[in-house]
């Protein structure tokens, strides 16, 4: 099992970046996906959720009309669109099923840094 996020960087509060992952090693188009934010110093918090079908998302309220997440099921891709990032978006971003049996399955995540 592989689950490779990127697109990660720096930007200043308000400016957007859009992150990918790359899943492998499992049937990922009968999955539900998730993304992952571990803000520095705090366990991992759940930030976007999305079926296998990509018909049905679920957000925390916290990234509500700001992020959105998407799935590509013929490339094994999850993306999160993040607009108008806070500095508290700041973190590590991962992407795995939501369960928790997959949570020693995480990859290295990737680094987003919003700076006010």
């Known amino acids: 099992v592989q689950l490779q996020a990127s697109g990660g960087g720096s930007v200043q509060a308000g400016g957007s970046l859009r992150l990918s992952c790359s899943a492998s090693?499992?049937?990922?188009?009968?999955?539900?996906m998730a993304w992952f934010h571990q803000a520095p110093g705090k366990a991992p918090q759940f930030v976007a959720g999305?079926?296998?079908?990509?018909?049905?998302?679920h957000y925390a309220d916290s990234v509500k009309g700001r992020f959105t997440i998407s799935r590509d099921n013929t490339k094994n891709m999850v993306y999160l669109q993040m607009n108008n990032l806070k500095p508290e978006d700041t973190g590590v971003y991962y992407c795995?099923?939501?369960?928790?049996?997959?949570?020693?399955?995480w990859g290295q995540g990737t680094l987003v840094t919003v700076s006010s």
């Open positions: 999305i079926s296998w079908s990509g018909t049905s998302t």
């Open positions: 090693g499992f049937a990922f188009d009968s999955y539900t």
């Open positions: 795995a099923p939501p369960d928790s049996e997959w949570r020693d399955r």
